[in-house]
């Protein structure tokens, strides 16, 4: 065995910084060390998508902490190493080359990695996922020799793109398998209006559509093949359909689990003195009415670490937390608190007209969550409609000479 540590966190990302840095905030003095196979240090990964693929952040402003912060803190950083097994009974981990490191406890904070296309030329050279500092450091070193590109997967991750793209000149044509936008995460308002505004700047925005294909040239991707035969001419693709728990390791070491690793309110998994945070972690959420989700968000990774941190310095906490999330489209901030899956009424306040207006979402009369694009007043004060699961006139929610606040 190379090395034991009290407590090993496997996944060098939000989620694992965050448990590292509450422990030791919690006065937590034995020996950590953050074992992850990429090879930075913890850096942000929401700019990998708007100012870092923009070009208007270095990459060293977009590191979670400054470089000296973790052995000044005796948090040992373990980079470019990749955990493929666990043995809970023997308490070890065993990365990649054959290392065994030796663990008190194990956070597994991996995250997940992007799902790829399973049709042809799915890992031709130009086509890119957006998800760590690797993939986009390639995406920017072939944008010069690009003018076309096609996103496929109208998300978050892949309408940021579009933005970003757009704004740098290029041609983007959106594929989206579903009728609109967003549609896995927002009301239909927001939706239409997100793909008003992309092709407003430009973007060329193709919904319901099925990708049969990438078309290649010497290795190289130089098309998307639709299934009704159409060919999308392009020098760069991009795809954002979702990630995969990365969760495997866990998994074949007996954790239950499935689409993630499934955690209890303290987010211990199955398996004695393993916990997992972050979008890995498979848990009853309270917003979402207690059923069983995956949250892929910083806050959510935040929350989780600080929770766990808690519990591991002795003082027992659940993991409950609003979830809230932001997006970054042209000059749009898109602020959401709470989670509007299972919404059954959604409430219109303010004209999307004006670029600035919030969607309200309702369930059985109870507000569960809020959009708000270019709105941090309703974001800030509806909050608390979510918290308390308030039920309002939802007149008085469409009237925006009513301040939330005093709902
Ligand atoms: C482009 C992009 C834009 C985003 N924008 C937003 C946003 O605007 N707002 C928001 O709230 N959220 C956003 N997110 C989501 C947010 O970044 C994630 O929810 C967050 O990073 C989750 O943190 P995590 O620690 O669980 O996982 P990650 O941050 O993904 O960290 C996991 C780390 O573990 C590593 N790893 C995986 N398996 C192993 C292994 N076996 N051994 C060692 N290391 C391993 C991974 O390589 C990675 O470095 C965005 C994500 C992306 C990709």
Request: with cysteine; proline share 4%; aromatic share 6%.
């Amino acid at each position: 065995m190379t090395a034991h540590y009290d407590i090993l966190i496997v996944g060098a990302g939000h989620a694992g910084a965050q448990a590292a840095i509450a422990l030791r905030q919690a006065k937590f003095e034995g020996t950590i060390a953050i074992v992850g196979d990429e090879p930075e240090i913890p850096y942000e990964r929401p700019p990998l998508s708007k100012d870092y693929l923009a070009g208007d952040k270095p990459f060293e402003r977009i590191l979670i902490r400054p470089g000296a912060f973790w052995p000044e803190r005796a948090v040992e950083m373990l980079t470019g190493r990749r955990v493929v097994a666990v043995d809970p009974a023997a308490h070890t981990a065993t990365t990649v080359d054959g290392a065994t490191i030796g663990y008190g406890r194990l956070i597994w904070a991996t995250g997940g990695s992007p799902r790829s296309l399973i049709c042809s030329g799915h890992n031709l050279v130009g086509v890119h996922a957006v998800r760590n500092r690797a993939d986009v450091d390639r995406l920017i070193g072939e944008l010069a020799t690009t003018s076309r590109v096609v996103v496929i997967g109208g998300g978050y991750i892949g309408l940021e793109a579009a933005a970003v793209l757009t704004k740098l000149g290029k041609h983007v044509t959106v594929l989206e398998a579903m009728d609109r936008v967003l549609a896995r995460v927002a009301g239909e308002p927001l939706s239409r209006f997100y793909e008003a505004e992309h092709r407003a700047h430009g973007v060329e925005v193709r919904l319901g559509v099925t990708v049969d294909c990438i078309e290649e040239a010497d290795g190289r991707a130089t098309g998307v093949h639709l299934a009704d035969g159409e060919i999308l001419r392009c020098e760069m693709v991009i795809v954002g359909i979702g990630i995969i728990p990365a969760v495997e390791p866990l998994l074949a070491a007996g954790a239950v689990g499935g689409n993630g690793v499934r955690v209890d309110s303290q987010c211990r998994t199955s398996l004695p003195d393993i916990f997992a945070i972050g979008d890995c972690a498979l848990h009853a959420n309270a917003f979402a009415g207690g059923a069983e989700i995956r949250l892929e968000s910083v806050q959510n990774a935040n929350d989780m670490a600080n929770a766990l941190a808690k519990t591991l310095t002795g003082n027992p906490t659940d993991y409950h937390a609003v979830p809230w999330f932001w997006s970054n489209q042209y000059d749009l901030r898109l602020q959401t608190v709470g989670l509007s899956t299972g919404h059954d009424a959604a409430v219109l306040r303010g004209d999307p007209a004006t670029r600035s207006f919030s969607l309200i979402y309702l369930k059985q009369g109870r507000v569960i969550a809020l959009d708000c694009v270019n709105m941090v007043r309703d974001y800030v004060q509806g909050r608390s409609l979510v918290v308390e699961g308030k039920s309002p006139d939802p007149a008085k929610l469409a009237d925006t000479n009513v301040a939330l606040k005093e709902l």
